[in-house]
Nanobody, 117 residues
Framework: QVQLVESGGGLVQAGGSLRLSCAAN????????MGWYRQTPGKQRELVAT?????SAVYADSVKGRFTISGDHNMMYLQMNSLKPEDTAIYYC?????????????WGRGTQVTVSS
């Protein structure tokens, strides 16, 4: 069991920056992929960035060059620079665990990011 809590969201003007944090309590065996997703009303939750425990980060095309994922399984960050209004969404922290042939997803409750024009 793992509990995830996001923080750092807020209102920012276009071109500004925010850093989201995800604090995790608990441990998970097996391979972990950590990441950030975002969701707007009526839209499917979409990948923003992922960070496999032993691999390179992967970013959505829409955020490449602007967002940076970092941290570890205890504390993960998403540095968001050059924010655009279309980045407005609820951002969710995700830990994905692969263990004994199954995939387990753990989610935080989300933090609102609003980018004004």
């Amino acid at each position: 069991q793992v509990q995830l809590v996001e923080s750092g969201g807020g209102l920012v003007q276009a071109g500004g920056s925010l850093r989201l944090s995800c604090a995790a309590n608990g441990s998970i065996r097996g391979m972990n992929t950590m990441g950030w997703y975002r969701q707007t009303p009526g839209k499917q939750r979409e990948l923003v960035a992922t960070m496999p425990s032993g691999g390179s980060a992967v970013y959505a095309d829409s955020v490449k060059g602007r967002f940076t994922i970092s941290g570890d399984h205890n504390m993960m960050y998403l540095q968001m620079n050059s924010l655009k209004p279309e980045d407005t969404a609820i951002y969710y922290c995700n830990h994905r665990n692969f263990w004994l042939g199954r995939t387990y997803d753990y989610w935080g409750r989300g933090t609102q990011v609003t980018v004004s024009s």
